[in-house]
């Protein structure tokens, strides 16, 4: 168990709705990133948060937005879904903003029908 | 950006012989190499990692070596046991300007250990 939490754990949903991701980093980390896992892509970063702040930004779609809230949690947002969003997205922490260990969480899997 | 590539994309060892994984990376400004194990159904667990001012580190029976100057490391696993079956994953970290990061990974390799 790495300590992050993520949930839901699984999401089926319908083309073009919205749906939310909730991930709570490690006690004491102030970095959040969220990546997204497909069997065609692997696994790509998608955007960087350090202490409510927004640090860095991979291949994130303009559909796709997050958060981290004053408690550190973070939220990801994926509007305007498509089936191709269908993947596993994963929560990482670290202590710091670069450089140090990144601990993932347990993903949540999304289906998008 | 950054690209890294992986091989071999699957790789079958008899149980107790050693398995070599091997990654290279394009952008010299990289300075941190993870190595991730996923197994089915669960997220990336970090096994071990080096930074560029070190060449090989060493944790019981795994082990990575980096080569900047060829722009590759490897995943060294010695002893291989069941439980070392699983995807592992190599990646790249190259902090931009104010020192926000994340993660370039390869491919995968599909450690199978043989009985």
């Known amino acids: 168990d790495s300590g992050v939490t993520q949930t839901p754990k699984h999401l089926i949903t319908a083309t073009g709705q919205r749906v939310t991701l909730r991930c709570s980093p490690r006690?004491?980390?102030?970095?959040v990133y969220w990546y997204q896992q497909s069997l065609d892509q692997g696994l790509q970063f998608l955007i960087q948060?350090?202490?409510?702040?927004?640090?860095a930004k991979g291949n994130i779609l303009e559909r796709f937005s997050a958060q981290q809230f004053p408690d550190l949690h973070s939220e990801l947002n994926l509007s305007s879904l498509e089936l191709g969003d269908s993947a596993l997205y994963f929560c990482?922490?670290?202590?710091?903003?670069?450089?140090?260990?990144?601990?993932f969480g347990p993903g949540t899997r999304l289906t998008v029908l | 950006g950054e690209n890294v590539e992986q091989h071999p994309s699957t790789l079958s060892v008899q149980e107790g012989d050693s398995a070599v994984i091997k990654c290279t990376y394009s952008d010299s400004a990289s300075n941190y190499f993870p190595w991730y194990k996923q197994e089915l159904g669960k997220g990336p667990q970090l096994i071990i990692d080096?930074?560029?001012?070190?060449g090989e580190k060493k944790d019981q029976r795994i082990a990575v070596t980096l080569n900047k100057t060829a722009k590759h490391f490897s995943l060294h696993i010695t002893e291989t046991q069941p439980e070392d079956s699983a995807v592992y994953f190599c990646a790249a970290s190259n902090p931009v300007g104010g020192g926000a990061d994340g993660l370039t990974f390869g491919k995968g390799t599909h450690l199978i250990i043989q009985p």
């Open positions: 948060y350090y202490n409510g702040e927004e640090r």
């Open positions: 006690s004491g980390d102030l970095s």
């Open positions: 990482a922490s670290s202590v710091s903003q670069a450089g140090s260990e990144q601990f």
């Open positions: 080096i930074r560029s001012n070190v």
